[in-house]
C-alpha cells in the first residue's frame, strides 16, 4: 500500500520517529506496564500494516484472539488499577487499520449507501447516549463504528484468495481450543482465577461438578463459543478435509461442546441445514465425513463425566419452559421491545451491551440479544437502518452460494448465518464478533459484485 | 551487511535504546517504601465477649462481599482525617489518604492497609497511624452504640413494676444489659491486627528491574514494528535486486 505521508520510511525522518517512540513507550510503561504494552502493539500492528498489508491484517486478528489474555497474565503479575488500557487496543488496532483500508478503497456506490446507512443508524443513538453519559455514548460509537469499518477490510478482501480471517481462524482456533481443554481438565492457571473472581463473568460454572465453562484466550465462554463456530464453519467449508484438518475440527468442536453455550450448538445445527440447503446438498460431502467421525469419536474421547454433563445440557432443548435462562431471556426481551418501540430514537448509544458497563449506570448490560441490544440503544428508525444493512449482506451472501457454491462463498453464507442465529442470544455486534460479522459483510457485498460485475 | 543484518541491528538498537530511556526515567523517580498492616475481621465481636450471651451470631453472605464492605469501611477518608488529626507531622488529611491502599485479601477475611512514603521509617509510621485511627474510629463507634442501646434498655428497665424486675422479664434485660455494658467499655475487640507494620529497606517504587526489563521487552516489540516501517535505501534495494537475479540465473543454468 503506499506509505501515509505521516510516516517517514527513511532518514532523520525515520530516527527522530523511532527515538520519540521508544521514548514514550519507556515513559508510559514507567506509568503502567499495560500502558507501554499498549502503545508497542499498537506500533508493531500499524507498522507491520504499512509494510505489508496481509501481515498487518494478520497481526489485527491476532490481537483481538491474544490480548485478552496477556491482559490477565499482566494483571496477575503486575496489577493496575483503573481502566486497562489494554482493553482498547483491540479496538484502537483495528479502527488505525480501517481508516488506512478506507482511504486506498474504491467502493462502489451502492457500497458507499450501504455503509453510510450503517454510520447513520448508530448515530441516531447518539444524541440521547450523550446526554445519558457522553463517555460511554461515544466509546459505544467508536466501538460500533470500528466493527463496522471491518466491512471495508472484507470488501477489499474479497478479489483475494487468501482471505485472512478464515486463514487465522483456521491456524489459531485449534490452539486456543488446546487451552480450553487444559482449562476445563486441569486446575485453573492463577490469572484465569483471578480472571474469574474480579471480572464478574457470570455464567462460568458448568453442569458439570467442579468444573468450568471454557473460555480460552478470549473474555467469556459466550464469546469464545461464536469464535469457535465462525472457525468450525471455516474448517468445514473452506479448504481440502486434511487429517490435519479433520483433528483442528475435532478439537474446534471439543472445545465448543466445553462452553456449554447452548445458543451456539443451535446456531451451528442450524447453520449446517441452511449450508445443505443453499448448496442444494453439495456440501454434504463435506458435512457427511465430519458428521459420521464426530458421532463415532466424540463417546469415545469425552469422559464418562463430561459426556453426560454435555448430554444434560442438549437435553434442556426438550425443555426450555423450565429453564431459568431461556425464561430470564424471553422476559427481558418481551419487557423491553414494547418499551424499545415506544422511543423512536431510542435510548441512547450505550444504554445497552459490552458499552453499558462504562457507565456505571443501571443500563441493559446483558440485553443476551445483539437485535434487542441495537433496538434499545437506537430506536426503531435506527434498528431498521442498521438491520436493512445486514439484510442486504446476508442476502448477497446467499445469492452468491446460490449461484456459484465454491467453498469461499459457502464459508461466507454459513458464517453470516450462524452470526445471524446467535445474534439472538447476544451482543455479536460488539467486540471480537462484530468485527468479524461486519468483514463477511464486506466480503459478502463484493464478492456479489464480482459475480455481477463477471456475468455482465 | 546483509539488509536483515542490518535491521535486526536497527531493532537492537531501538531495544537498547528503550531499555536505557526506562532505566533512566526509574534511576530518576524519588524512592518510596511501604509498609503493609493487616486487620483480620474474622467475628463479629471477639470470643470473651460472645460468652457473654447470644445475639452475636455472625452474618450469613458471601465473605468475599463481607471482606469487600468492611474494606470500603476502612478506606473511608473519615480515617485519613482523624489519623490527620492525631498526628500532625505526617500531614494533611489529603496526603495521608493518598499515601494510603486498602486492599481485601480474596478468599479470607483479612483486609491490608499500605502506606507509602519517602522513608521507610514514616511508611510504618503512616500505615500505623492510618490503621490505629480506624480501630479507633470503629470502636467508638461500637461503644457509642452499645451505650445508646444500655441507656435505652435501662429506661424501660426502670419503667418496669418491681414484679417483673423480679422475674423472667427483668432478668433478660439485666443480662442484655450487662454485655452492653462490657461492649461499652472494651468495645467489640474486633478488628484484630494481626500484623503491625514494620519499616523495610526494600523499595516499593520505583522498580528499576521490572521498569528496565519491560522497557527492553517493549522496544524489541516497537523496534520490530520500526524497523519493518523503514524501507530499504535506493542502494540497498539495487544490490538486494542484483543479488535475486544472480541466484535466479545461477538456478536457471543449473536446471538446464
Known amino acids: 500500500m503506499p506509505r501515509p505521508r505521516l510516516l517517514p520510511s527513511r532518514g532523520i525522518g525515520w530516527w527522530a520517529l523511532s527515538v520519540a517512540v521508544a521514548l514514550l513507550t519507556a515513559r508510559l510503561t514507567m506509568d503502567s506496564v499495560q500502558f507501554g504494552c499498549a502503545i508497542a502493539i499498537l506500533v508493531l500492528t500499524v507498522c507491520l500494516y504499512v509494510r505489508d498489508r496481509t501481515a498487518g491484517l494478520v497481526a489485527v486478528w491476532l490481537v483481538w484472539l491474544l490480548v485478552p489474555l496477556l491482559r490477565r497474565i499482566l494483571f496477575q503479575y503486575v496489577p493496575s488499577f483503573g481502566t486497562d488500557p489494554l482493553a482498547v487496543v483491540p479496538f484502537l488496532v483495528t479502527a488505525a487499520v480501517v481508516s488506512f483500508e478506507l482511504s486506498q478503497a474504491t467502493l462502489s456506490r451502492r457500497t458507499r449507501r450501504l455503509l453510510l446507512l450503517g454510520v447513520g443508524g448508530y448515530a441516531i443513538g447518539l444524541p440521547l447516549g450523550a446526554l445519558a453519559s457522553p463517555k460511554t455514548a461515544a466509546f459505544a460509537l467508536f466501538a460500533y463504528l470500528t466493527a463496522l469499518g471491518c466491512f471495508v477490510i472484507g470488501y477489499r478482501e474479497a478479489e483475494q484468495k487468501r482471505l485472512t480471517l478464515p486463514s487465522v481462524l483456521m491456524i489459531v482456533t485449534p490452539l486456543l481450543a488446546l487451552y480450553a481443554f487444559r482449562q476445563y481438565y486441569f486446575p485453573l492457571p492463577k490469572w484465569d482465577l483471578t480472571w474469574l473472581h474480579t471480572a464478574g463473568v457470570t455464567s462460568a460454572t458448568s453442569s458439570e461438578t467442579g468444573r468450568i465453562r471454557v473460555w480460552s484466550t478470549l473474555n467469556s465462554p459466550a464469546t469464545f463459543a461464536t469464535v469457535l463456530g465462525v472457525a468450525a464453519i471455516t474448517l468445514v467449508t473452506w479448504r481440502k478435509l486434511t487429517p490435519v484438518r479433520l483433528v483442528s475440527i475435532f478439537a474446534v468442536l471439543g472445545a465448543l461442546a466445553l462452553t456449554y453455550v447452548r445458543s451456539v450448538w443451535a446456531a451451528i445445527l442450524f447453520t449446517g441445514v441452511a449450508i445443505l440447503l443453499a448448496t442444494r446438498g453439495g456440501a454434504l460431502k463435506r458435512l457427511g465425513p465430519v458428521i459420521i467421525l464426530l458421532v463415532l469419536l466424540a463417546p469415545v474421547v469425552l469422559g464418562g463425566s463430561t459426556r453426560a454433563a454435555i448430554s444434560d445440557r442438549f437435553g434442556t432443548f426438550g425443555s426450555l419452559g423450565q429453564d431459568t435462562s431461556a425464561q430470564a431471556r424471553l422476559g427481558t426481551s418481551g419487557g423491553l421491545i414494547p418499551q424499545a418501540f415506544a422511543t423512536p430514537l431510542g435510548n441512547g448509544l450505550g444504554s445497552a451491551g459490552e458499552a453499558n458497563k462504562l457507565s456505571g449506570s443501571e443500563g441493559l448490560r446483558y440485553s443476551d440479544n445483539g437485535y434487542l441490544a441495537v433496538l434499545v440503544q437506537t430506536g426503531p428508525v435506527g434498528f431498521l437502518t442498521i438491520i436493512s444493512v445486514i439484510i442486504v449482506a446476508i442476502a448477497s451472501a446467499c445469492r452468491n452460494v446460490w449461484r456459484r457454491g465454491d467453498p469461499a462463498n459457502v464459508l461466507v453464507f454459513g458464517a453470516l448465518t450462524f452470526l445471524a442465529v446467535t445474534m439472538v442470544a447476544g451482543d455479536v455486534l460488539f467486540g471480537i464478533t462484530g468485527m468479524i460479522f461486519w468483514y463477511l459483510c464486506g466480503l459478502a457485498v463484493r464478492r456479489r459484485e464480482l459475480l455481477e460485475e463477471a456475468k455482465s | ?256
Open chain 2, 1 to 256: 551487511m546483509t539488509s536483515l543484518a542490518a535491521r535486526a541491528l536497527l531493532v537492537l538498537i531501538l531495544t537498547i535504546f528503550a531499555g536505557a530511556a526506562a532505566l533512566a526515567y526509574s534511576n530518576s523517580q524519588p524512592k518510596k517504601y511501604s509498609a503493609d498492616m493487616r486487620l483480620e475481621f474474622g467475628r463479629l465481636v471477639t470470643p470473651d465477649i460472645q460468652l457473654l450471651g447470644g445475639g452475636f451470631s455472625e452474618p450469613q453472605m458471601d465473605e468475599n462481599i463481607r471482606i469487600q464492605t468492611e474494606a470500603q469501611e476502612v478506606r473511608s477518608f473519615d480515617v485519613a482525617e482523624a489519623a490527620a488529626k492525631a498526628h500532625p507531622d505526617l500531614g494533611s488529611a489529603n496526603a495521608i489518604a493518598g499515601a494510603i491502599n486498602v486492599a481485601a485479601i480474596r478468599d479470607t477475611l483479612t483486609v491490608i492497609i499500605s502506606a507509602q512514603a519517602s522513608s521507610p521509617h514514616r511508611a510504618a509510621r503512616v500505615a500505623s497511624a492510618y490503621g490505629d485511627a480506624y480501630l479507633a474510629l470503629h470502636q467508638a463507634l461500637v461503644r457509642k452504640r452499645a451505650a445508646a442501646t444500655e441507656r435505652a434498655l435501662q429506661i424501660r428497665y426502670n419503667e418496669m413494676t418491681q414484679g417483673d424486675k423480679a422475674n423472667v422479664p427483668g432478668a433478660n434485660i439485666r443480662f442484655q444489659m450487662n454485655t452492653l455494658d462490657v461492649l461499652r467499655r472494651l468495645g467489640s475487640g474486633q478488628p484484630q491486627t494481626i500484623e503491625r507494620a514494620r519499616a523495610t529497606n526494600i523499595t516499593s517504587s520505583p522498580n528499576t528491574a521490572r521498569d528496565v526489563g519491560f522497557g527492553i521487552l517493549f522496544g524489541l516489540v516497537v523496534g520490530i514494528g520500526l524497523v519493518a516501517l523503514r524501507s530499504e535505501s535506493p542502494a540497498r534495494a539495487a544490490a538486494a535486486a542484483a543479488r535475486r537475479a544472480a541466484e535466479r540465473a545461477r538456478q536457471t543454468t543449473r536446471s538446464r
